[in-house]
C-alpha cells in the first residue's frame, strides 16, 4: 500500500526523452531532459508500452475507468455506470486531488472526471480555454504564428478560436516570464501540494500537464534553445494545423516543420525543467519510501514524420501510439530496468488501485489488469508477453489497430459502413466542442456488456485513416517506413487473427466486424 502520484505529460514523444534514446530507432535530436532522464534512472522503463483510445479525452477515460471506449464511442463523460478510480479510492479512505491545465476537463461533453476527487485545481488559459475576454484585439503577431489568415477569417471559428489563446497568454505574459507558462505553474502547483499533504496517511494525486500539446508558444530561454531561427518571425508557425504537410491548410515548408520540432523540443526542456520541481518536492519531504510515481503521456504528435503534422487522420503509427511510460515503485524489483512486456494504457487504472491497496472487488477492473504483477517481480519483465498477448488501439470511428509488440497491424475500416455510439449521452461523435443534440434515430438499450445501465445508440459516420491493411515489422524496422503487408501476408493473416480474438475478448460491438470487414467469431 502506497500513496500515489500519477503524471501525464500530453503529447510527450518518448523518442524525445534520453531515457528511451538507447533504442536504435531514436533519432538523436539533442533534447535536453535531465529530470526525466534522473526519474528513469530510478524508475522502472516500459520498453513496450501502447495507447489505447486515442486521443486526449478518450485515453483519460481510459485512466479515470479501466475502459477502453474507441470500440464503443468517442470523445465524451465518464459514464454513470463507470467506476472513477477518485471515487473509488475516496470511498476507501483516500485523499484524492487533481491538478491540471488540461481544459478539454471542463469543456461542453467532457463532465465528470474531476467532481469525484477530494479536491481539484484548474490553472485557466491554455489552447481553446473561454477564459480572457481582453485585450479585444489580440496580438497581431501571435495571432500571425497560430493562424492563417486567409482560411481563418476574423468571424471564421478558426479565429475565435486561436484568438481566445491569443488573449490568454496576453494576459499571463507566457512569453516574459516563464513562471507564467503552463508547465511551470502546473508543475509547481504539484510540488506546493505534495508539501503541503505530507500528513495525509494515503493520497493519490494526479498531476495532468496540457503541456506538450500545441500551441508550441515557449517562453525564452527554450523558444531558441533548438532554433537559430528567430522565434517571433510573424512568418513561422507555432500552431500547424492537422494534416499532410504538403498539402491544403497544413501544408508546411521545411523550413516551417524544422521550427515546429525545435518548438515542440523546447516545451519537452521546459515541462522537464519544472518537473524536477516534482522530484525536488518528493525528495525534500522524503516521500520516495511511501509514494508510487508514475510518469506517461497518451499519445505522441507527427512532426513531419511520414508526410504528416499532428495526429487523429492519419495512420496510428508508433510515433503517435507507442508511448512513454516510467514507474517508481517503493517496492519495486525493477526499479530502474527495463520491462520489456508489452502494455497499454488501460491498464493504468487497475494499477493505480492495486497501489493504493484497494482490494479488486472494491471496482470493476474492466478491460484493466494491473502492473503490480510486473513490477513486483511476480512476472517476467523480460517475457514480452508475460502480461499481454496484444493490445488494441485506435480512435473511435476509424481504423483499429493491433500489436504482439513484435509487428504492428493497422486494419482499415470501410468509411461506407456506420458506426454506432453508446452512450448515456447523445454525444456529438464528429463534433465534441459542441453542445449535445437529440439523435431522432437513437435506440435505447443494454448495448454495452460491461454497462450496469441502458444506453443511447446511434449512428454516426465512419472515416477512414489508411486505404489498405498496414503491416510493420517493429523489431527490423521500429519507425515503420516498411509497409510489409503484401510480402508477408502469413504474418499479416496472424496479426488479423489477433484482432479478431482481441475484439471477442472485449466483447466489442457486432457492428464492428462489419466495417471492419472482418467475419465475427461463431
Known amino acids: 500500500m502506497t500513496n500515489v502520484l500519477l503524471l501525464s505529460i500530453d503529447s510527450l514523444r518518448r523518442d524525445f526523452l534520453g531515457g528511451y534514446a538507447d533504442e536504435p530507432h531514436c533519432v ?24 489505447g483510445s ?10 479515470h475507468a479501466g475502459v477502453q471506449e474507441f470500440l464503443w464511442r468517442s470523445w465524451g463523460p465518464i459514464e454513470p455506470y463507470d467506476d472513477h478510480v477518485a471515487r473509488v479510492a475516496r470511498d476507501d479512505g483516500v485523499l484524492t486531488q487533481l491538478i491540471t491545465d488540461h481544459f478539454h476537463y471542463f469543456q461542453h461533453g ?31 503577431r501571435l495571432l500571425d504564428q497560430t493562424l492563417d489568415r486567409e482560411t481563418d477569417p476574423p468571424d471564421g471559428v478558426g479565429y475565435v478560436n486561436r484568438s481566445v489563446y491569443a488573449r490568454n497568454a496576453d494576459r499571463l505574459g507566457v512569453e516574459d516570464d516563464e513562471r507564467n507558462a503552463f508547465a511551470p505553474r502546473l508543475f509547481s502547483r504539484t510540488a506546493e501540494w505534495l508539501r503541503d499533504n505530507v500528513e495525509w496517511d494515503r493520497w493519490l494525486c494526479y498531476a495532468d500537464s496540457f503541456d506538450v500539446h500545441e500551441p508550441f508558444h515557449c517562453p ?16 513561422l508557425d507555432i500552431w500547424p494545423y492537422y494534416g499532410p504537410v504538403d498539402e491544403g491548410q497544413s501544408e508546411l515548408s521545411e523550413r516551417q516543420i524544422e521550427f515546429v520540432r525545435s518548438q515542440f523540443a523546447g516545451k519537452v526542456t521546459m515541462a522537464d525543467e519544472w518537473f524536477g520541481r516534482v522530484l525536488d518536492a518528493l525528495d525534500e519531504e522524503e516521500l520516495w519510501d511511501d509514494t508510487a510515481v508514475i510518469v506517461t503521456s497518451d499519445h505522441g504528435f507527427l512532426l513531419g514524420e511520414h508526410g504528416w503534422v499532428g495526429k487523429n487522420e492519419p495512420p496510428v503509427y508508433d510515433v503517435l501510439a507507442r508511448t512513454p511510460l516510467l514507474v517508481w515503485h517503493p517496492d519495486g524489483a525493477h526499479n530502474g530496468d527495463r520491462i520489456e512486456s508489452l502494455t497499454s494504457a488501460v491498464d493504468l487504472y487497475a494499477t493505480v488501485l492495486d497501489l493504493l491497496g484497494i482490494d479488486a472487488d472494491a471496482a470493476d477492473r474492466v478491460h484493466s489488469r494491473s502492473l503490480q504483477p510486473l513490477l513486483a517481480g511476480d512476472a517476467d519483465a523480460d517475457d514480452l508477453h508475460a502480461h499481454r498477448d496484444r493490445a488494441l488501439y485506435g480512435y473511435w470511428g476509424s481504423a483499429v489497430n493491433v500489436t504482439d509488440g513484435e509487428y504492428t497491424y493497422l486494419h482499415p475500416c470501410d468509411p461506407s459502413v456506420e458506426s454506432h455510439c453508446h452512450s448515456t449521452t447523445m454525444m456529438n461523435a464528429r463534433g465534441f466542442p ?4 437529440p439523435k431522432r434515430d437513437a435506440e435505447a438499450g443494454e448495448f454495452v456488456p460491461h454497462a450496469d445501465d441502458p444506453v443511447w445508440r446511434f449512428a454516426a459516420d465512419s472515416y477512414a485513416q489508411l486505404d489498405e491493411p498496414m503491416l510493420f515489422d517493429v523489431r527490423e524496422d521500429p519507425t515503420q517506413e516498411t509497409n510489409l503487408a503484401e510480402e508477408r501476408t502469413d504474418e499479416r493473416e496472424r496479426l488479423r487473427d489477433e484482432l ?7 466483447d466489442a460491438p457486432e457492428h464492428q466486424y462489419d466495417r471492419l470487414d472482418l467475419d465475427p467469431p461463431a
Open 54 to 63: 486515442l486521443p486526449c479525452m478518450p485515453a483519460r477515460r481510459e485512466w
Open 434 to 437: 459542441l453542445p449535445t443534440t
Open 28 to 51: 538523436d535530436y539533442g533534447v535536453e531532459t535531465p529530470n526525466l532522464d534522473r526519474f528513469a534512472e530510478r524508475a522502472a522503463t516500459f520498453d513496450t508500452h501502447y495507447a
Open 220 to 235: 525564452e530561454p527554450y523558444a531558441s534553445m533548438y532554433t537559430d531561427e528567430d522565434p517571433r518571425d510573424p512568418e
Open 110 to 140: 467532457a463532465h465528470g472526471y474531476y467532481e469525484d476527487y477530494t479536491g481539484f485545481e484548474f490553472i485557466r488559459g491554455h489552447e481553446y480555454d473561454a477564459w480572457q475576454t481582453a485585450p479585444r484585439q489580440p496580438d497581431d
Open 500 to 506: 479478431v480474438v482481441g475484439l471477442e475478448n472485449l
